[in-house]
């Protein structure tokens, strides 16, 4: 059976909720006791993320309080699953009313009702990028552990519509409305957004993201890859439709010369694998480039058909972000910091193993 609501294997995360329902949440089973919770952390995380923010973004007023109902007591976990909720404060269902019956072009409507046969159209239900509010909140968890191995999570946006980063300036990639890792250009990338806002349309970005630290070793051959397993949790975020590891497809243009990382007994020289080789890391940071489209919701009328197959017009009302791609970024962040804490801790287990039979393995070979 396909689990299509649970991510991991050792640090599992499922998550349950819809855009208008009573309330988000997540369960987290995997994490170690004693974990000193930092809600500091975790509320600035979830303040990247939430809607209203910005003028940029949906003007959705969500606070994103949670309350943590299992799993941490005096400010510490204690090995059980963490429950957490989100409740929705601010849903404004009836701006859906007209279109509960129509499919919006590009959205999941179409191919959830192909799928269940009933579908809840209010935001877009379980497909709306509101789910990932308890995706960040598991995400700053995982991210406090991988900060004891000293591994650092950081993304910003290289590309909004035709407007493109040419440095990355980490110092400043808050501090500018659209994540922008170049501030130079992040002027002309909020007129993109304000254009397409302005015209009634939306547009998209790229994001690009590392991770900085990560040991050798993690991944599997053949079937388990880190970077399958990396390209799989970016696909599973709302909107994500292309990712790229290290050199990504420049390659294409590139020769075997000039695309291998040659190597010195300091390390490698360059770094177009972008961390990873065969599948496994290989203690280079971690790059990847993920591909957001423009979002789908858009007041213009398009065509469509409704549940009935027959064609109509269709208009999104509602409160909806121009550009998805800004509040992304601490989304695509979360789910790297997911997926590597799960190989993290499949890779301790493994070192321990290893470890307990290195003894016996030397002494049967004296024997």
Not at 307 to 336: F, L, W, Y
Request: aromatic content about 6%; proline content about 4%.
């Amino acid at each position: 059976m396909i689990d299509g609501s649970i991510f991991g294997k050792n640090f599992k995360v499922s998550t349950f909720g819809e855009s208008h329902g009573e309330a988000l949440g997540v369960v987290i089973d995997g994490c170690p006791s004693e974990l000193e919770i930092d809600e500091v952390r975790i509320r600035y995380e979830l303040d990247r993320r939430k809607p209203g923010q910005s003028k940029l973004v949906t003007p959705r007023k969500e606070n994103d309080d949670y309350q943590i109902l299992s799993g941490v007591f005096e400010g510490r976990t204690t090995g059980a699953p963490i429950g957490v909720i989100f409740p929705n404060s601010d849903v404004r269902s009836k701006d859906y009313s007209d279109i509960k019956d129509l499919f919006r072009p590009g959205h999941a409507d179409y191919t959830y009702f192909s799928k269940y046969g009933h579908r809840d159209y209010r935001g877009g239900g379980r497909s709306s990028a509101r789910e990932t509010v308890a995706r960040v909140f598991a995400g700053a968890i995982a991210r406090q552990i991988l900060a004891t191995w000293g591994v650092v999570i950081r993304g910003g946006l290289i590309q909004i519509g035709k407007v493109k980063a040419l440095k990355h300036d980490w110092e400043n990639v808050e501090s500018n409305l659209v994540r922008s890792l170049d501030p130079d250009v992040a002027d002309q990338m909020i007129k993109e957004v304000e254009d397409a806002r302005k015209s009634r349309n939306s547009v998209g970005g790229l994001l690009y993201l590392e991770a900085v630290g990560v040991k050798e070793g993690l991944g599997e051959p053949v079937f388990q890859k880190l970077n399958a397993a990396l390209g799989a949790a970016m696909f599973s975020i709302p909107a994500v439709r292309g990712v790229e590891i290290g050199s990504g497809f420049s390659v294409v243009e590139s020769t075997g010369i000039e695309n291998n990382d040659e190597m010195s007994s300091n390390g490698f020289l360059t770094n177009n694998h972008g961390g990873i080789l065969g599948g496994i890391s290989s203690g280079e940071a971690i790059q990847l480039k993920v591909a957001i489209k423009p979002t789908s919701s858009v007041p213009t009328p398009q065509k469509t058909v409704d549940v009935d197959n027959v064609d109509q017009t269709v208009s999104t009302k509602g409160r909806h972000d121009p550009c998805v791609a800004i509040r992304a970024v601490p989304i695509a962040e979360a789910m790297m910091a997911l997926t590597l804490v799960d190989f993290m801790i499949e890779s301790l287990g493994r070192d321990a193993l290893k470890q307990a039979f290195a003894p016996t393995m030397k002494s049967s070979k004296r024997n």
